[in-house]
């Protein structure tokens, strides 16, 4: 019986380790200079913003049909791309990465050249507002 209380009691005292080492990160994350200033935490914020509304749009506005979707549209070649309705759902998937990996080079950067990390936010929301828009063209164009 003894033996099956000091297992309990170490592996408790090992959860309550990973728990404060887990939160201990987030508060320090949290902490940093970069998540604070506020041009930056507002282009962020409305940045994922757009990336979530473009994830429930293409939901919302899906479209059942036998027939492939027109997924990319030239002026100059006409209808180039067409693929099932859930490729479209790549363009929020790359909006997600790119807004991953452009907020964490600008929080390296922050240091070193502010003025890259304000450029590396400020591309994350022209990104994202492309994407919302060929997101809205594809929907569109095959209602």
């Known amino acids: 019986m003894q033996e099956k209380e000091s297992l309990v009691k170490v592996i408790l005292r090992r959860l309550v380790i990973l728990n404060k080492f887990l939160f201990s ?11 604070r200033q506020r ?16 994830w429930i749009y293409l939901y919302t506005n899906r479209i059942e049909s ?3 979707v027109i997924l990319h549209y030239d002026l100059f070649f006409g ?3 067409l693929g099932g309705y859930y490729m479209a759902f790549a363009l929020p998937a790359v909006g997600a990465i790119l807004f991953l990996l452009n907020s964490l080079l600008g929080q390296f950067f922050y240091k070193i050249e502010r003025l890259a990390s ?14 919302m828009l060929s997101c809205y063209l594809i929907v569109r164009t095959n209602m």
């Open 66 to 68: 036998d027939y492939p």
């Open 79 to 81: 209808v180039d791309y």
């Open 25 to 35: 990160g987030i508060k320090i994350t949290a902490l940093k200079p970069y998540w």
């Open 118 to 131: 304000y450029i590396l936010t400020l591309n994350i929301l022209i990104i994202q507002i492309i994407l």
């Open 39 to 54: 041009e930056i935490s507002q282009t962020l914020f409305l940045s994922a913003i757009i990336n979530l509304t473009m």
